[in-house]
């Protein structure tokens, strides 16, 4: 029997009240052994299923409050050389914790927002029957350990390699395109948008777009986004429309873009990115002016990409 709404908010309000507010306890720990994980985060299934060798980086996160009120259980994410386990525990006593199981080879994208404090890992891959989707929220203090293992996944997915794997490169035209970028999106580029190993080939910005509001006042209605083809990958980087201390980056594997679409809506145009890993597909999707989209389906294009026009939403 489903536990009622009552009981339900009775449960994470005690929770709340459990969290950690200070010290250590706060900030996740690097584990060396599955052996070492909570109660509620030992798995049956990582028990059985991995081989506890095979597993590189062990990142256990405490429960955390996100927003103000937004409730996060106990997680951890335990990386092999090549996919990626993710735990969360159970509001319920005694009850096995979620686990989903994703391998870098089926990766369709994965999308990371670090904004301020908070951060957010999306990875969305192929699975048994139909794409799975993790989803992690974390204190952005835990990105500094996060980032070279989600790196790692990212190289399974790896068609060509051009570069060092410590170093990046640039293409003439590209390197001279990442000199006249807003100061923030240049550094972006060096930080996150160009992985070691790979070349950038080419990019279109897109400046964020104001609209007035109430005469005397601006609104956000498009974010500054950037996106970036290198050898491997796309990747996009993009600001928060309203919190602009922090990103939001994506990095798409070439090899499993099936093709784009553009679609025009209203005064923007949705680029669709079109994914697929066997017979298992999603899509991307991003708003952009209609001027950004040409510019973009024109490198795709000369880059051998596929493109398909939409007719106008109507």
Not at 141 to 161: D, E, G, H, I
Not at 250 to 266: A, D, E, F, W
Request: some cysteine.
């Amino acid at each position: 029997m489903s536990a009622s709404e009552t009981d339900l908010e009775e449960r994470l309000a005690q929770l709340k009240r459990q969290v950690p507010t200070r010290g250590l306890e706060r900030h996740p720990l690097i584990l060396k052994d599955v052996s070492e994980l909570s109660a509620e985060l030992q798995s049956p299934y990582v028990a059985s299923s991995v081989n506890s060798d095979t597993i590189q980086t062990i990142i256990a996160f405490p429960p955390q409050i996100h927003r103000g009120w937004h409730y996060v259980p106990k997680q951890a994410l335990l990386f092999t050389p090549t996919d990626v386990i993710h735990l969360q525990a159970s509001i319920w006593p005694n009850q096995e914790p979620k686990a989903t199981y994703l391998r870098g080879s089926g990766l369709m994208y994965m999308k990371i927002t670090l904004l301020l404090l908070y951060g957010f890992l999306e990875i969305v891959a192929q699975s048994d029957t139909s794409p799975t989707q993790l989803g992690v929220e974390f204190n952005t203090v835990a990105w500094y350990q996060l980032s070279r293992p989600l790196r790692q996944l990212l190289q399974a997915t790896k068609a060509t390699s051009n570069a060092p794997t410590d170093k990046t490169a640039y293409t003439p035209v590209a390197k001279q395109a990442v000199e006249n970028l807003p100061f923030k999106f240049s550094n972006g580029t060096k930080i996150y948008g160009v992985l070691p190993g790979e070349e950038l080939e080419d990019l279109v910005f897109q400046p964020g777009i104001w609209k007035r509001w109430r005469l005397l006042f601006r609104r956000p209605v498009l974010a500054n986004t950037l996106l970036l083809l290198t050898s491997n990958y796309v990747a996009v980087i993009q600001e928060d429309l309203t919190v602009k201390q922090g990103w939001i980056i994506s990095y798409i594997p070439r090899s499993s873009i099936s093709g784009m679409q553009s679609q025009l809506r209203g005064p923007w145009n949705e680029l669709t990115v079109r994914l697929k890993r066997g017979d298992q597909t999603t899509d991307y999707k991003l708003t952009l002016t209609n001027e950004a989209v040409q510019v973009w389906r024109t490198r795709w294009i000369q880059c051998g990409g596929r493109w398909e026009d939409l007719p106008d939403e109507v």
